[in-house]
């Protein structure tokens, strides 16, 4: 009788301390500094269960709950832009799964330095004629701590001829030595030494000066 009351308190803190499945595909994304931590949940895992994220900044080795995202339900995301907010360190957040009763182990994402891991683009791009060159607006798509150079691609929508400058960011620039009354394609991205994860802008067209009019008589 012993043997058998055991066997029953055995299996029962067994079924007790069988955990739920672990969330997966834990993962960090990030535009222009603003992090989003997404995850999927485990295999298996009930519609009930909520999800508790932690952060941690390698160099301090100690994990920390974030309040905002600690009770998410499935497919939420947790934005990490203030937890994640020295873009010179170097951090990375884990994800578990719980219910009243149960709970998951938890997984890690991989390791996440905003600096060079954030994506930079696309940069604001307006674009007018002025007679034998283009006037070239920018407008920064963050602040940046350091000066980014910005590439250039020009292509004359004609023959497709094509060229590629690197300008230090100014809000206004003259491309010059252009044709009049050409229309030429602009597509601008940011290069910077730390990162290189960029998006160019879509492209944007202007004729350096009104096109000669076909009806004219000769």
């Not at 989003?36 to 100690?62: I, M, N, W, Y």
């Not at 990375?92 to 600096?115: C, D, H, I, K, Y």
């Not at 998006?199 to 009019?213: D, E, G, N, R």
Request: positive net charge; proline residues 8%.
């Amino acid at each position: 009788m012993k043997l058998w009351m055991m066997l029953l308190i055995l299996l029962l803190h067994l079924v007790v301390c069988v955990s739920l499945p672990a969330p997966s595909k834990v993962s960090i994304s990030s535009l222009n500094m603003e992090h989003t931590l997404s995850f999927l949940p485990g295999p298996g895992t009930p519609p009930d269960a909520r999800f508790t994220v932690q952060v941690l900044r390698l160099r301090k080795s100690q994990w920390r709950l974030l309040a905002a995202c600690a009770q998410l339900t499935a497919g939420q995301k947790c934005n990490l832009t203030r937890a994640f907010k020295d873009r010179y360190e170097q951090y990375q957040a884990r994800v578990q799964a719980f219910t009243p009763s149960q709970m998951s182990n938890w997984t890690v994402s991989g390791e996440f330095l905003p600096l060079t891991d954030t994506v930079l683009g696309p940069p604001d791009v307006s674009l007018s004629g002025c007679g034998n060159c283009l006037l070239l607006r920018l407008g920064a798509p963050i602040a940046m701590e350091f000066s980014p150079t910005y590439r250039v691609h020009v292509q004359r929508t004609r023959d497709g001829v094509q060229f590629t400058l690197g300008l230090p960011y100014k809000e206004e620039t003259v491309i010059t030595y252009l044709q009049p009354g050409v229309e030429y394609c602009v597509t601008v991205s940011i290069w910077s030494v730390f990162n290189k994860n960029t998006v160019s802008s879509a492209p944007h067209c202007a004729f350096t000066s009104p096109p000669p009019s076909r009806s004219s008589c000769t």
